[in-house]
Antibody
Framework: QVQLQQWGAGLLKPSETLSLSCTVYGGSFSGYYWSWIRQSPGKGLEWIGEINHSGGTNFNPSLRGRVTISVDASKNQFSLKMSSMTAADTAVYYC???????????WGQGTLVTVSS | EIVLTQSPATLSVSPGERATLSCRASQTITNNLAWYQQKPGQAPRLLIYAASTRASGIPARFSGSGSGTEFTLTISSLQSEDFALYYCQHYYILPWTFGQGTKVDFK
């Protein structure tokens, strides 16, 4: 069974950089895209971006420039960095597996990220 | 980006009744649509993809239909565990986007 376990700081001050990581247990790491998705009361579910095992990436244009996604395939791990955080970025952040069909079939447990001074 | 509009925002249904949820896309997405269920404190769970194909382990009471810009998720006979939030998501072109959700609650 595939499991995604995510971790990272949950409380940030405005202008700080968010850093989250996600480790994949079970299943294959290659052959998939690994995504970050966030959920806030105001904007619902928002896809942030994704990366494959060899480092190929896609990003949501609305967040491009602030987002970096990296991968360490040797550890079955991928990470998200988002710069210049503001209160509007307060949300639950999820990591998720995206298959050949761009649907999200396995998700991490979610991390509540609060941006507050 | 493609905007998905779900209706209604809230659907009040009694157990055993049929629930019909709608998702409309701002442009054609052929059949590149998925549905997810989300319960409080949990991540979304994939129900349907390719507009009408049930994901692994999803009960047959969940069915999807539609193509182009109009899609429907039907729950034929609501069970207590089906009261939740439901989201549609397209994967026609980047960026992938989600609808704002429909809450199915007790009538």
């Amino acid at each position: 069974q595939v499991q995604l376990q995510q971790w990272g700081a949950g409380l940030l001050k405005p202008s700080e950089t968010l850093s989250l990581s996600c480790t994949v247990y079970g299943g294959s790491f290659s052959g998939y895209y690994w995504s970050w998705i966030r959920q806030s009361p105001g904007k619902g579910l928002e896809w942030i971006g994704e990366i494959n095992h060899s480092g190929g990436t896609n990003f949501n244009p609305s967040l491009r420039g602030r987002v970096t996604i990296s991968v360490d395939a040797s550890k079955n791990q991928f990470s998200l960095k988002m710069s210049s955080m503001t209160a509007a970025d307060t949300a639950v952040y999820y990591c998720a597996r995206r298959g050949g069909i761009p649907i999200f079939d396995f998700w991490g447990q979610g991390t509540l990220v609060t941006v507050s001074s | 980006e493609i905007v998905l509009t779900q209706s209604p925002a809230t659907l009040s249904v009694s157990p055993g009744e049929r629930a019909t949820l709608s998702c409309r896309a701002s442009q054609t997405i052929t059949n590149n649509l998925a549905w997810y269920q989300q319960k409080p404190g949990q991540a979304p769970r994939l129900l349907i993809y390719a507009a009408s194909t049930r994901a692994s382990g999803i009960p047959a009471r969940f069915s999807g239909s539609g193509s182009g810009t109009e899609f429907t998720l039907t729950i034929s006979s609501l069970q207590s565990e089906d009261f939740a939030l439901y989201y549609c998501q397209h994967y026609y072109i980047l960026p992938w986007t989600f609808g704002q959700g429909t809450k199915v609650d007790f009538k």
